[in-house]
């Protein structure tokens, strides 16, 4: 059974910065195509960034130099790193597998305040 489970957000200031954690279960992390995505309020959930099986990984445009995406094989988990955080990137994040199907996880949630 896949499971994924995210951890790390929480409340942070303007410019800092968080790394989120996607512990993955039921699959191999290094294997399958693992993404972040999040959902601000009344917004529609959105690529953050994707991390490939070969390794190599894609951050969407408006995020690339602040957001990166890596994984830890031996711990099987996903880690978003997030620095020089905005109040725009306020919202819930989650982890996500495309196997059979999609799967996501609970989700983890980020508050930038200013």
């Known amino acids: 059974q896949v499971q994924l489970v995210e951890s790390g957000g929480g409340l942070v200031q303007v410019g800092g910065s968080l790394r989120l954690s996607c512990a993955a279960s039921?699959?191999?992390?290094?294997?399958?195509?693992m993404g972040w995505y999040r959902q601000a309020p009344g917004k529609q959930r959105e690529l953050v960034a994707r991390i490939f099986s070969f390794g190599n990984i894609e951050v969407a445009d408006s995020l690339k130099g602040r957001f990166t995406i890596y994984r830890d094989n031996a711990k099987n988990t996903v880690y978003l790193q997030m620095n020089s955080l905005k109040p725009e990137d306020t919202a819930v994040y989650y982890c996500n597998v495309i196997i059979t199907r999609e799967y996501w996880g609970q989700g983890t949630q980020v508050t930038v305040s200013s």
């Open positions: 039921g699959i191999s992390v290094s294997r399958n195509h």
